[in-house]
């Protein structure tokens, strides 16, 4: 059976082990630690570093595809490893438009897609300019390396909003700004897609963020019109075409209810690897966003994406301020005593607040009974307490 190289050490690639372990296929993992995530449970460990052209090299060596569970491997990298020979997935040509999320919108854009307005900024003045144009509702973002709200920006003023890009522009960092958009909820919309072409779409989920971080996600997302979530899946499916994409993609949206109470939905940002978001396939659908993805990378045919309940929830266990004193271990024999429905998934990470340590997912009838059952356990793992 095939072997997989996993570049990144974090949970998705944990979990990917998971599922290639029971494919039986061959994992590999190049990890920056011992300790990480994912080093923890891999057999085959290769210790290195992901901006290291040389680890990168040993780690895929045998391997029939090449896959990620983050995007910052530097792009030319894999263009060299694909030149060589290498099966990478997402090819660089796809990847890109996920490391760098002006070229994204601009991508995006060409493509017909629904994304907000958004500018360059290379100074101060752009900046002003694009206050004026969008009525003071700015978001900045970094181009590249952010993630869960980091290198994410709303000044409030544009006093703050010149004072921001005058010192991230001088901290060298690429910004752009778009449109603060008033959503009224974030959705996912998630393919898998192989080389071949064949697209699969998840149904669409809710995700509930703060502070840049997804807390919740409930799938299929409730009350959303068949319409509206056909048309998600298609443009996620269109996306994920157009742009060559292979494994799975996570296409961020933003639903906004317009004046007739119509929903309009815009385009995020884009992950192309499984993502926060589709942890709840994990428990509540035929085939997890972690074994389509590596059935999408080796180009084998992919598996349904049914539902086997009516709603699935998921509720990430996020550091709590303080780490409580009870081990975790009593903690999740708590949980189970109290919710045998209750599936708890834990990244073998040590306690850090707000750090995502793993996320519990609970299938049910209803979302919002299911969604009180997986807070709750989920609140218990994280502090020790019932509320
Ligand atoms: P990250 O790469 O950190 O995930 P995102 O671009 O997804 O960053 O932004 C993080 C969060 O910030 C989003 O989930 C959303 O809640 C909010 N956000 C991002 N862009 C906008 C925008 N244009 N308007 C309003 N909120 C936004």
């Known amino acids: 059976m095939p072997r997989v190289a996993v570049i990144g050490d974090g949970q998705l690639a944990r979990m990917m082990h998971t599922e290639a372990i029971e494919l039986g296929l061959q994992p590999r993992v190049l990890a920056g630690a011992p300790d990480a ?27 029939s595809a090449i896959t990620f569970d983050h995007e910052h491997v530097p792009n030319e990298f894999l263009q060299r490893l694909l030149d060589e020979g290498y099966n990478v997935e997402p090819r660089p040509q796809a990847l890109i438009y996920a490391q760098d999320k002006l070229e994204q ?31 003071g509702r700015v978001c900045v973002k970094a181009t590249r390396g952010g993630y869960d709200g980091h290198g994410v920006w709303f000044p409030e003023t544009l006093q703050e909003c010149e004072q921001l890009v005058t010192d991230l522009l001088e901290k060298g960092v690429v910004l752009y700004a778009e449109e603060k958009v008033q959503f009224a909820r974030e959705l996912s919309a998630m393919v898998a897609r192989n080389r071949d072409g064949e697209v699969k779409a998840w149904p ?26 056909k048309q998600c899946r298609d ?3 269109k996306i994920a075409t157009k742009l060559d994409v292979t494994g799975v993609l996570a296409v961020e ?37 972690f074994e389509q993805h590596l059935r999408a990378v080796l180009n084998w045919p992919l598996g349904s994406v049914d539902t086997l309940e009516p709603v699935t929830v998921m509720v990430n266990t996020l550091g709590a301020e303080e780490d409580p004193q009870m081990p975790m271990e009593q903690r999740v024999i708590e949980v189970m005593r109290r919710y045998p429905e209750a599936k708890v998934h834990l990244y073998g990470k040590s306690w850090r607040p707000g750090r995502k ?14 969604l009180a059952i997986a807070q709750h ?9 019932w509320y």
């Open 253 to 289: 949206l933003f639903e906004c209810i317009g004046e007739d109470g119509a929903s309009k939905i815009l385009v995020n940002e884009l992950a192309m690897r499984p993502h926060n978001t589709g942890h709840w396939t994990q428990d509540g659908c035929v085939t997890s966003q």
């Open 105 to 135: 919108r601009m991508k995006l854009k060409e493509l017909g897609a629904p994304v907000p307005p958004f500018a360059k900024f290379d100074s101060v003045e752009d900046a002003r300019e694009f206050w004026e144009l969008v009525d």
């Open 37 to 63: 995530s994912a080093a923890q449970v891999f057999g085959d460990v290769q210790l290195g570093d992901y901006t290291n052209f040389d680890d990168l090299h040993a780690t895929i060596q045998g391997a």
């Open 377 to 385: 356990a989920a609140h218990f793992i994280v502090h020790a307490n």
């Open 235 to 237: 443009l996620a499916t």
């Open 204 to 229: 669409v989920a809710e995700s509930r963020q703060a502070d840049g971080v997804c807390h919740i996600a409930i799938a299929p997302a409730p009350e959303l019109p068949a319409a509206v979530a």
């Open 357 to 370: 340590m793993g996320h519990v997912n609970v299938t049910g009838y209803d979302a919002t009974s299911t």
